[in-house]
């Protein structure tokens, strides 16, 4: 069964960082781009970044370029995202998902909360 | 990117059918046989009903249908049911450079 679950979240001042962790299980992320999709409070979804399979290609939302890094580790089946100088309008539910290509995202997880806030 | 434009809110009875419209431009809807659409409901992670503009993945009915034309994508619900009732976003890809990019979402509500 193929699973995804999300860690690191939590509250964070703005200018401060957070990491996030995403374990995947049933299936190798080596085969996949791997994708993290936020949620802000009542709001809809947006694409934050992705990552291709050997980590040669990252692609970011403009409103995060320079500030998140993603990065994976196909060996221990993990994806990463590094979020630096934070905001109060990064504040989300963070998801983390394979994408098949073609932002075909199949699997997603339950997501982490970030709150960004004084 | 700019977002996909989606109309806030559809609506339909049970056994009706409600069509959801996802608008964007000839760099990402236009261009590209790309289109997928995912529905939320409350507290719960999205899920793929659609990809590749009209190809459901295993286990989604088929009652769900996409469709494309120009720069418009829809998502048909035949044979509406009460469990249909979510939130339903569309999403492009833009180019192999770019992320792809996410209408505003629309909420059904089955009447």
């Known amino acids: 069964e193929v699973q995804l679950v999300e860690s690191g979240g939590g509250l964070v001042q703005p200018g401060g960082a957070l990491r996030l962790s995403c374990a995947a299980s049933?299936?190798?992320?080596?085969?996949?781009?791997m994708t993290w999709v936020r949620q802000a409070p009542g709001k809809g979804l947006e694409w934050v970044a992705n990552?291709?399979?050997?980590?040669?290609?990252?692609k970011y939302v403009d409103s995060v370029r320079g500030r998140f890094t993603i990065s994976r580790d196909n060996a221990k089946n993990l994806v990463f995202l590094q979020m630096n100088s934070l905001r109060a309008e990064d504040t989300a539910l963070y998801y983390c998902?394979?994408?098949?290509?073609?932002?075909?995202?199949?699997?997603w997880g339950q997501g982490t909360l970030v709150i960004v806030s004084s | 990117q700019s977002a996909l434009t989606q109309p806030p809110s559809a609506s339909g009875s049970p056994g009706q059918s409600v069509t959801i419209s996802c608008t964007g431009t000839?760099?990402?809807?236009?261009?590209?046989?790309?289109v997928s659409w995912y529905q939320q409901h409350p507290g719960k992670a999205p899920k793929l009903l659609i990809y590749?503009?009209?190809k459901r993945p295993s286990g989604v009915p088929d009652r769900f249908s996409g469709s494309k034309s120009g720069n418009t994508a829809s998502l048909t619900v035949f044979g509406l049911q009460t469990e249909d009732e979510a939130d339903y976003y569309c999403?492009?890809?833009?180019?192999?450079?770019?992320?792809?990019?996410f209408g505003g979402g629309t909420k059904l509500t089955v009447l």
């Open positions: 998902a394979r994408d098949l290509g073609w932002n075909r995202v199949d699997y």
């Open positions: 049933g299936f190798s992320i080596s085969e996949s781009w």
């Open positions: 990552i291709k399979k050997d980590g040669s290609v990252k």
């Open positions: 000839s760099s990402d809807v236009g261009a590209y046989n790309y």
């Open positions: 590749e503009v009209n």
């Open positions: 999403n492009s890809f833009a180019g192999s450079n770019n992320l792809g990019v």
